[in-house]
């Protein structure tokens, strides 16, 4: 069972004795194709390549630490995504897993829309060209003048959090004189996490409206009577790295609720509803994620049926994934610069990086995989941990990995799956500067996000 990820922090340290690890692999060279981005492979002579493209080469032009973008496979997710759901629905990146202007492109020409939460990610996916009516606007808390840029823009859809923000929005759009559309968001009572969900969570969190406890259907009764707003339909996301699909449908089963009520009361059917993101993906060897088309139709029938069942016609389905589409793209390239083994515990293996990178692993206790990638190795597995370089104890990447016994400073290391909520949630912790994200494709590489540099630091710093 995967330790990994969760938005709340670490919950699972208690399923595995501290100092967890697996057998060591049959074959330290070999490359999971689970965890690695799709044209990762290793040449015969040992090296690894992306996009054709040798590692040794991309360290030497862009430096490391760096995040490595594989864009064919980014675009071939999004493809698989955007088919499998087909025309009666929409797909959503969920921007805040990786954004930027290179990446709007991407989307804007594979046929998929975007969700931003904030007026900067709002920025970057207006001036890489997305449609504003393909971008739908989350948050707890926008600003006013956050609202008012979305609705100025035209932005197709606010996802609305609380009855603050029904009225603040109403107001703003009337102000503008248009109606804004709106879904609003609901805590349905589910909460998913990788390999199980409870369907009795508390709402006891800060997002959304509640169904048990009344709120969503008083936030419809009031959106209803707003003149600067169109209710279009309801909104749910129940988690995140969920590899199970019961969470989701206990949750399209209690919006379908919802929206029945809705049509008893109000005489109303809304036409729209959006599942949210959350899918999981592969970490490590042992964790096995769906594919889009299973998910999709899964979705899709859940709904169908759901419906059915009430008496309403299908509405039409959004979905949001994030990581499920970026995250297994990347991979973040390290060099090694000590390797320091502790006799009878295990090898503590530093990096140029660390959390202000990747701070999943000290922030959620996830998990990664590892792998050197500037040489193959004949050498014995070495329990290793893979650290950074900061002034913290906890600046772990990867908790528990097997390296080759000759691993030395100057090789290069890999870490797979870093595409989602790495660069996104990086930090100038120690005053790193945060490192570039390198797109490689049939065109060679290229710098999409430069890296930081001391000017830009001094820069923002202005004594
Ligand atoms: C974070 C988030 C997503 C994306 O989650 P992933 O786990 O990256 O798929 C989608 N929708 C909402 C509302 C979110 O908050």
Redesign the pocket.
């Known amino acids: 069972m995967s330790r990994s990820a969760h938005?709340a922090g670490p919950r699972h340290g208690d399923v595995m004795p501290e100092g967890h690890f697996t057998a060591p692999p049959a074959d330290l060279n070999a490359l999971d194709p689970k965890v690695w981005a799709r044209t990762v492979t290793r040449t015969l002579s040992g090296p690894v390549t992306v996009g054709g493209v040798d590692v040794r080469q991309l360290a030497e032009e862009f430096g490391t630490p760096a995040y490595i973008l594989d864009e064919q496979d980014f675009r071939a997710r999004c493809r698989a995504w955007r088919d499998a759901f087909g025309a009666d629905a929409d797909v959503?990146y969920?921007g805040?897993?990786f954004l930027s202007r290179a990446v709007v492109r991407w989307l804007h020409e594979e046929g998929l829309n975007v969700?931003v939460?904030s007026g900067g990610e709002l920025t970057v996916a207006l001036s890489a060209g997305m449609p504003a009516d393909r971008i739908a606007f989350?948050g707890n808390n926008k600003s006013v003048p956050e609202l008012e840029y979305a609705v100025k823009s035209g932005v197709g859809h606010v996802?609305v959090d609380s009855y603050d923000e029904l009225v603040r929005l109403s107001w703003i759009a009337e102000q503008q004189g248009v109606r804004q559309k709106i879904l609003i968001?609901v805590t349905v009572g589910v909460e998913a996490h990788t390999h199980e969900f409870i369907a009795t969570a508390h709402e006891d969190q800060k997002?959304g409206l509640s169904l048990s406890g009344g709120h969503a259907a008083e936030a419809v009764r009031r959106a209803l009577t707003l003149d600067g707003l169109e209710l279009r339909g309801i909104?749910s996301?129940i988690?995140?790295?969920?590899f199970d699909m019961a969470g989701f449908e206990v949750a399209a089963r209690r919006v379908v609720g919802l929206l029945a009520e809705i049509k008893a009361e109000h005489g109303v059917e809304l036409p729209e509803i959006?599942l949210?993101?959350?899918?999981?993906i592969a970490y490590t060897s042992e964790d096995d994620p769906a594919e889009p088309a299973d998910i999709a139709s899964a979705l899709a029938d859940i709904v169908r049926r759901e419906c059915a069942s009430a008496g309403l016609s299908t509405p039409r389905l959004s979905?949001?994934?994030?990581?499920?589409?970026?995250?297994p793209t990347a991979f973040t390239l390290y060099r090694v610069g000590t390797v320091k083994p502790l006799e009878g515990l295990r090898t503590y293996v530093s990096v140029d990086g660390g959390m202000s990178d990747n701070i999943r692993t000290a922030l959620y206790d996830a998990e990664y995989s590892v792998a050197l990638v500037s040489r193959a190795s004949s050498a014995e597995p070495m329990l290793s941990r893979v650290v950074g370089k900061h002034c913290e104890s906890g600046d772990i990447v990867v908790r528990d990995a097997f390296l080759p016994a000759d691993l030395a400073p100057g090789d290069l290391l890999a870490v797979p799956a870093t595409g989602?909520?790495c660069r996104s949630m990086a930090s100038n912790y120690n005053h790193a500067l945060k490192p570039p994200v390198v797109a490689v494709s049939e065109a060679g590489p290229r710098v999409i996000v430069r890296r930081e540099t001391e000017e830009d630091l001094l820069r923002l710093d202005i004594g």
């Open positions: 938005p959503y969920a805040k897993a969700d939460c989350h996802v968001r997002f909104h996301h988690g995140s790295q969920i959006d949210g993101g959350g899918l999981g979905v949001e994934p994030g990581r499920a589409i970026v995250g989602a909520y």
